[in-house]
């Protein structure tokens, strides 16, 4: 995946698909809105096109095998949704301003109780690498991490060989915390991964320095 070079104000609302009234994201995701792009809990409906962005030997060779047909993205999305429910997993579809296909997904994963550790990932349709997709959403991606789900440490995984993932990682503050030897299994081989994390207090001092510089 490849962050852009030039990333856009973004801000986040709560969207339709949480109950009226509820601030409760166990009982549906809020909807994260940029200049360019609609962070919305994942949907059945999105199978399709998520197959078609994420199933393609670029995208996925330095990622978990993503599923392989519409049926079991759906079964995928499916398992996403209760698991959102009970407090453990939040999946985003990535969809362009102005259109209703998903092309990317972020998700964030509770490594324990309470969400306080975490870990994240992202996958992004080819045809937006080098677009600013990646550093736009991601900004709302971790507002939410942060802010909404009180992650104190949130982690990110990406394989060595990955130039753009890890760079996309370092672009939004991320640091580089040693190499996992062996940690990823692609077709039989395995690879070493670099791990990243974000601390929560490295993330609002980011931000109280971003928007002091802005006004």
Known sequence: MRPGARPSESRSVLGTNA????????QGLPTLISARYTLREVR???????????NTEEVSRFIAAPPSSVEAFETY??????????????WFAVVPTGADAAVGVFQLRSLEAGFATAEW?????????????????????????F????VLRLEARAAVMNG????ALRKVGAVQEGVLRGAFQ?????????????????????????????H
Do not use: M
């Not at 109950?19 to 166990?26: A, E, I, N, Q, Y």
């Not at 999305?77 to 429910?85: F, G, L, N, Q, V």
């Not at 692609?186 to 510089?213: C, K, M, P, T």
């Open 19 to 26: 109950p009226t009234g509820s601030t409760d994201w166990r």
């Open 44 to 54: 059945a409906e999105d199978a399709p096109s998520l197959l078609a962005h994420l």
């Open 77 to 90: 999305i499916d398992k996403a949704h209760r698991d959102r429910e009970s407090g453990q997993h939040v």
């Open 121 to 145: 990932g992202f996958a992004i349709g080819s045809a937006y690498w080098g677009s600013g997709l990646f550093v736009e959403c991601a900004r709302l991606v971790l507002a939410f991490a």
């Open 147 to 150: 802010e909404t789900l009180g």
């Open 164 to 167: 753009l993932g890890n760079g």
């Open 186 to 214: 692609r077709q039989g081989e395995r690879h070493d991964q670099v791990l990243w994390s974000i601390l929560a207090e490295e993330w609002f001092l980011q931000q109280s320095v971003r928007s002091n510089r802005i």
